[in-house]
């Protein structure tokens, strides 16, 4: 027995046995140890974050063709780009540091609650038409300065007023006579604001061609956050949703893609002359509202736009201002504009409400160069709320 016990602790120790129960693992096979290793907590991770934005998002399972039904809609029309087609929709607009953003369209196609198309007695009825200053992108419902107006209103001694919120985001000056002319006047509006700069500055004043040659209809779904991009994109999209948030993040990254669905580059510049012809036609375009506006029986209320640009001086902050002649051209654009307004306010008599004025230059009233905050969102409606309640009651509260 104490032989067998030597000999067997002798093998243990022997150098040949050893290296033959210990072979190194070759470079190849440590390489596809390593790769398993790898994709193994690769896998678990990725099925881990899986799990997470599932169980966390505010969203719920979500895909790009969900994001779009859920999203604001347009349809072309002849008289408008794009326009909100007639159906009820509560859309999901974006996250801001105050929360969730969504909007509700009524079965008329504007924003905000269903009203009566034929105007009931005893209401004076405001419509407000612009772009997405008007619309106020970044206000959930009944948040929109043009329907806070509305609140304050009828809060301070003007019950019967009922405001309908005519913005929609990329509309022209243009487009807010053709929708007055071509709709708004089957809505019996007392008085009718006109609010619209901004995109007339990035789209229309940098061009002579006739407006005719330059306006189409819109296409549809050409937002890539909100359109699959193949059919390798369609199937992942469908299958996970970390997958659709990294997409998201990635769009979100690459392009400034606005709320009519169109993409556009980040840190636009305004490195283009300003033509004569077009603010012509901007001219022409107040002019034409303002007359609409009397034809129809209300009254035509001119508003400068909010911006967050402004002439630099002493003691104002030149951050707003993009650098060179990308700044001059867009100052220069919202000067031209607002000596327009007042031009066609005082040979038309026509109201000018120049409330906007107080807000600009003044970075936390904006998230950008021409949205609002919530503070801004705010402030701009306690202005207008008081240049329409003089108003109101400088030609009496009743409705024709």
Same mark, same amino acid.
């Given at each position: 027995?104490?032989?067998?016990?030597?000999?067997?602790?002798?093998?243990?120790?022997?150098?040949?046995?050893?290296?033959?129960?210990?072979?190194?693992?070759?470079?190849?096979?440590?390489?596809?140890?390593?790769?398993?290793?790898?994709?193994?907590?690769?896998?678990?991770?990725?099925?881990?974050?899986?799990?997470?934005?599932?169980?966390?998002?505010?969203?719920?399972?979500?895909?790009?063709?969900?994001?779009?039904?859920?999203?604001?809609?347009?349809?072309?029309?002849?008289?408008?780009?794009?326009?909100?087609?007639?159906?009820?929709?509560?859309?999901?607009?974006?996250?801001?540091?105050?929360?969730?953003?969504?909007?509700?369209?009524?079965?008329?196609?504007?924003?905000?609650?269903?009203?009566?198309?034929?105007?009931?007695?005893?209401?004076?009825?405001?419509?407000?038409?612009?772009?997405?200053?008007?619309?106020?992108?970044?206000?959930?419902?009944?948040?929109?300065?043009?329907?806070?107006?509305?609140?304050?209103?009828?809060?301070?001694?003007?019950?019967?007023?009922?405001?309908?919120?005519?913005?929609?985001?990329?509309?022209?000056?243009?487009?807010?006579?053709?929708?007055?002319?071509?709709?708004?006047?089957?809505?019996?509006?007392?008085?009718?604001?006109?609010?619209? &700069?901004?995109?007339?500055?990035?789209?229309? /004043?940098? $061009? *002579?061609?006739? +407006?005719?040659?330059?306006?189409?209809?819109? %296409?549809?779904?050409?937002?890539?956050?909100?359109?699959?991009?193949?059919?390798?994109?369609?199937?992942?999209?469908?299958?996970?949703?970390?997958?659709?948030?990294?997409?998201?993040?990635?769009?979100?990254?690459?392009?400034?893609?606005?709320?009519?669905?169109?993409?556009?580059?980040?840190?636009?510049?305004?490195?283009?002359?300003?033509?004569?012809?077009?603010?012509?036609?901007?001219?022409?375009?107040?002019?034409?509202?303002?007359?609409?506006?009397?034809?129809?029986?209300?009254?035509?209320?001119?508003?400068?736009?909010?911006?967050?640009?402004?002439?630099?001086?002493?003691?104002?902050?030149?951050?707003?201002?993009?650098?060179?002649?990308?700044?001059?051209?867009?100052?220069?654009?919202?000067?031209?504009?607002?000596?327009?307004?007042?031009?066609? &306010?005082?040979?038309?008599?026509?109201?000018? /409400?120049? $409330? *906007?004025?107080? +807000?600009?230059?003044?970075?936390?009233?904006? %998230?950008?160069?021409?949205?609002?905050?919530?503070?801004?969102?705010?402030?701009?409606?306690?202005?207008?709320?008081?240049?329409?309640?003089?108003?109101?009651?400088?030609?009496?509260?009743?409705?024709?």
């Amino acid at each position: 027995m104490r032989r067998l016990i030597g000999k067997r602790s002798s093998s243990l120790t022997d150098p040949a046995v050893a290296s033959k129960s210990q072979v190194p693992l070759s470079l190849k096979k440590k390489v596809a140890f390593t790769l398993v290793l790898v994709s193994v907590v690769g896998l678990v991770s990725l099925a881990l974050a899986e799990l997470y934005v599932r169980r966390t998002s505010k969203l719920g399972y979500v895909t790009p063709e969900i994001l779009r039904d859920r999203s604001l809609q347009y349809t072309p029309a002849v008289l408008a780009r794009l326009v909100f087609p007639r159906k009820e929709l509560h859309a999901y607009g974006g996250e801001t540091p105050d929360g969730s953003v969504f909007y509700d369209i009524n079965k008329w196609g504007y924003r905000g609650h269903v009203f009566e198309p034929e105007k009931p007695n005893g209401k004076i009825r405001v419509i407000f038409y612009g772009g997405s200053h008007v619309f106020d992108i970044w206000m959930s419902e009944g948040e929109d300065w043009p329907h806070k107006v509305e609140s304050i209103l009828n809060q301070n001694g003007l019950p019967q007023v009922e405001v309908i919120n005519g913005g929609v985001p990329g509309f022209c000056s243009f487009e807010c006579f053709s929708s007055l002319w071509s709709e708004g006047h089957v809505f019996s509006p007392d008085y009718v604001v006109f609010c619209c &700069a901004w995109n007339d500055i990035k789209k229309r /004043l940098q $061009s *002579s061609e006739p +407006l005719l040659r330059q306006i189409h209809p819109e %296409a549809e779904d050409r937002d890539p956050r909100l359109n699959y991009q193949g059919s390798v994109d369609r199937f992942l999209s469908e299958h996970l949703q970390l997958y659709v948030r990294l997409r998201q993040t990635y769009y979100d990254w690459k392009f400034d893609a606005d709320l009519e669905g169109h993409e556009i580059q980040r840190d636009q510049k305004f490195d283009f002359d300003l033509s004569e012809e077009a603010f012509k036609q901007y001219r022409l375009n107040v002019e034409l509202f303002v007359d609409c506006a009397k034809n129809i029986g209300a009254v035509p209320v001119l508003m400068d736009e909010a911006r967050l640009a402004v002439r630099a001086t002493g003691s104002e902050p030149t951050d707003p201002l993009p650098p060179g002649r990308s700044g001059e051209t867009l100052i220069t654009g919202y000067e031209r504009i607002e000596q327009i307004l007042r031009e066609v &306010a005082a040979e038309k008599n026509a109201v000018l /409400l120049n $409330s *906007s004025s107080e +807000l600009n230059g003044r970075s936390e009233f904006f %998230a950008d160069r021409v949205h609002l905050t919530k503070k801004g969102s705010n402030e701009l409606a306690g202005l207008v709320a008081q240049g329409m309640t003089r108003l109101i009651q400088s030609k009496g509260v009743s409705s024709r």
